[in-house]
């Protein structure tokens, strides 16, 4: 069948391309996922998105086609909670292993995905080896209290590839908006997402009061959807898309900042985690006030 009157729809700029409905959205990425389609076709659907941006109805629609292709993992009675890490660390120490290790210990399951996004950074799957939790090589049942880390190319290797584009274009695209927003956990689940500028905080938020999902979005640290140690970002909750505010949050830097490791490389920010989990080290107020409301939105799941 192919892309090319999609591409036709979307790819005339700016200005000039037209949205697509979610149920040509969800064609049209699963032709993509599903490598029907050429090479070029993937680049030019990459390059048109990257220009025009998507909406919230075209990221429902790449839902809906990604979900039936997805390797969903089972989970325990207890909520999950899901945490996307695709950023990784640029000048601060990625501590979404930190928030992983925090709600685990609340006796929720957590599930990180992600999988290098950037040659030059240090990810959550490498500070999590530190730490002893390695990355998943199959699909198994994530209990309570525990963490793992699945690859992305363990949930969907198409998926992947797509995220891979951008190695040879270097530019971002659809996917990696979509990874931010998925949900591979079986049985009653909570994804937490970030935004890096505020036009995703709307278009992000209007995404899941569409496809009903139980979410925290908030702007986190370089991308990593665990809360900045240096702000009180705002905070909102989504429980079957029904929006509720949980932080408001306060503008700027906060006047007490805590020390964080100068070294972002795995082994420093894994000895730090421990230090904070051990109560060495304080645990920094944004973080904590995270757990809590992801704790209170894990309770009405």
Not at 10 to 23: E, N
Not at 163 to 176: Q, W
């Amino acid at each position: 069948m192919g892309i090319s009157h999609y591409l036709k729809e979307i790819g005339r700029g700016k200005d000039g391309a037209r949205p697509l409905t979610q149920a040509q959205a969800a064609d049209l990425l699963g032709q993509v996922l599903d490598g029907t389609v050429s090479d070029l076709e993937i680049g030019g659907f990459c390059i048109a998105m990257r220009v025009k941006g998507e909406t919230p109805e075209e990221m429902a629609g790449f839902l809906d086609a990604l979900y039936p292709r997805l390797n969903l993992l089972p989970t325990s009675d207890t909520a999950t909670v899901v945490l996307p890490s695709y950023n990784g660390a640029r000048k601060l120490p990625v501590l979404t292993p930190l928030l992983a290790l925090l709600l685990a210990r609340e006796g929720l399951s957590v599930l990180v995905h992600g999988t290098p996004t950037e040659s030059k950074r240090v990810f959550s799957s490498d500070v999590l080896a530190a730490l002893g939790v390695p990355a998943l090589t199959a699909i198994k049942k994530v209990a309570s209290g525990e963490v793992a880390f699945a690859p992305t190319e363990l949930i969907s290797p198409a998926l992947k590839r797509l995220l891979d584009v951008r190695r040879m274009l270097g530019l971002r695209n659809p996917a990696h908006s979509l990874v931010k927003l998925i949900n591979p956990a079986l049985g009653k689940s909570l994804v937490v997402s970030s935004y890096t500028h505020p036009e995703y905080a709307v278009s992000m938020a209007a995404t899941f009061e569409r496809v009903k999902a139980n979410a925290l979005l908030l702007r986190g640290t370089e991308g990593e959807g665990v809360a900045d140690p240096r702000r009180s970002p705002q905070m909102q909750g989504f429980i079957r898309g029904q929006r509720v505010l949980m932080d408001e949050g306060v503008k700027g830097t906060l006047p007490s900042v805590p020390d964080l490791p100068k070294e972002i490389d795995a082994a420093s920010t894994a000895t730090y985690i421990q230090s904070v989990l051990s109560g060495d080290s304080p645990l920094p107020p944004s973080i904590s006030q995270q757990v809590a409301h992801i704790v209170q939105l894990a309770r009405q799941l």
